[in-house]
């Protein structure tokens, strides 16, 4: 029987979240905050609600009675979601993980503190004082970013203390909900930050898919690629790891659990309870089932075979330079000539600096160099620009 699955958040990675659903039989409601959202264009109802306000929320729980609760975004009042399961409603991946990841403090000491899990040195800070005393603690460089943010909102590297206050006002304007805190963490001379998507079932073996780099500027990814290069041991002790820290937040679907590899070894970074902006790149074909397709099928608790890298695959992200709103894409035609070449435009009708509008994704045969690939893939994302008109 059809299930009714609510969106929380209808981004690009919601929109093809969405697709996947819907090509299984289910029906979605795509909710955000704003109307004509990338997934809301895809799905079977909208609705516009902030939420934060879990009244709100609650009403609309209570409309369209989902059978399931899929978040995509920090900004929602999350503590609702043990009600929601209580009702008989799933909620994706449990009430537990959704509540502890939405907010890095949660996450952080459960790794660090609970599990023992290797991680940056860091602190918290409430106000600008307690975010000086954290720099000098943690030592300089550090990185501060808010407690709940996304796509590196509110994030900065703090290299002298002349950018703490600075650090700190952007944390708080680019913070998502109605925290304050930050996390301050020490600098990793990482060489490489690796995504693994881990994939958790209600009815099979925790699944990983091949690891996956990527760079990131102003704390947004900017490319990846997969596979990427990490040495056995490593990879089964990231493995390990993500393992360790899914099972402990409990429920199905797909996570994107990010690492630092750096000389001295392997640190733990993040976890994000859904697909993960960085798997972007597994639309270019590189495995079997997208990260799409495998949050689909672990939410709907149908079969995963297994997952197989089936060619090398890397994704750049096409930006704005302004705030405009109407957005037209120019180049389009001249990034797809190239063999193995294809581009996703996400569909957000507003633009301003720095947003991600769509994905340049390059693939090519197995055992592809990943970096050849990378750098076509940059080169396509360059051939596309965003045009829009000045919004008023």
């Known amino acids: ?102 907010n890095r403090k949660a996450i952080r000491d459960l790794a660090a503190c609970e599990l023992g899990l290797r991680t940056a040195n860091y602190r918290y800070a409430a106000s600008l004082d307690e975010l000086r005393a954290a720099v000098a603690e943690v030592g300089l460089p550090c990185v501060v970013k808010p407690l709940m943010s996304s796509s590196g909102k509110g994030q900065s590297t703090v290299r002298s203390e002349v950018d703490v206050e600075k650090a700190w006002n952007y ?39 091949p690891p996956i ?44 659990v990010e690492f630092f590899l750096a000389d001295d070894g392997l640190y733990f970074s993040e976890l994000s309870p859904r697909p993960h902006d960085t798997g972007m790149v597994t639309l270019a074909g590189t495995q079997n089932f ?34 405009g709103v109407d957005p037209q894409f120019d180049g389009v035609e001249a990034a797809l000539a190239e063999p193995g070449s294809d581009i996703r435009i996400f569909g957000k009708p507003v633009t301003r600096p720095y947003r991600r509008m769509g994905v340049a994704l390059m693939s090519g045969a197995p055992g592809s160099d990943v970096e050849s690939l990378k750098q076509q893939a940059i080169a396509n994302a360059a051939k596309v620009t965003v045009q829009c008109e000045d919004a008023d």
């Open 290 to 323: 997208s990260e799409f397709e495998l949050h689909a099928r672990a939410v709907l608790g149908l079969p995963i075979p297994g997952i197989e890298l089936l060619r090398a695959g890397a994704s750049a992200v096409i930006l704005a330079d302004r705030a």
């Open 213 to 256: 780099g990527h760079r990131q500027e102003r704390g947004d990814y900017q490319e990846s690629w997969q596979p990427c290069r990490i040495s056995p041991e490593h990879l089964a002790r990231a493995q390990e790891i993500a393992g360790k820290v899914t099972a402990a937040l409990t429920g199905a679907g797909i996570w994107g």
């Open 1 to 102: 029987m059809p299930k009714t699955i609510m969106l929380l958040g209808s981004g690009e990675l919601g929109k093809e979240f969405v697709i996947a659903v819907k090509r299984l039989g289910h029906r979605v409601i795509a909710v955000d905050s704003y109307d004509d959202a990338p997934a809301q264009q895809v799905a079977d109802g909208r609705e516009v609600i902030d939420m934060l306000d879990g009244n709100a929320l609650d009403s609309l729980v209570a409309l369209h009675q989902p059978d399931i609760i899929v978040p995509e975004i920090e900004a929602i009042r999350t503590e609702r979601f043990y009600d929601y399961e209580k009702q008989g409603i799933q909620v994706v991946p449990s009430a537990r993980a959704a509540n502890f990841t939405m």
């Open 171 to 209: 944390s708080q304007s680019g913070k998502r909900g109605d925290i304050a805190e930050v996390i301050v963490e020490a600098f990793v001379a990482f060489h490489t930050e690796i995504t693994l998507l881990t994939v958790t079932q209600k009815n099979g073996p925790t699944l990983f898919c």
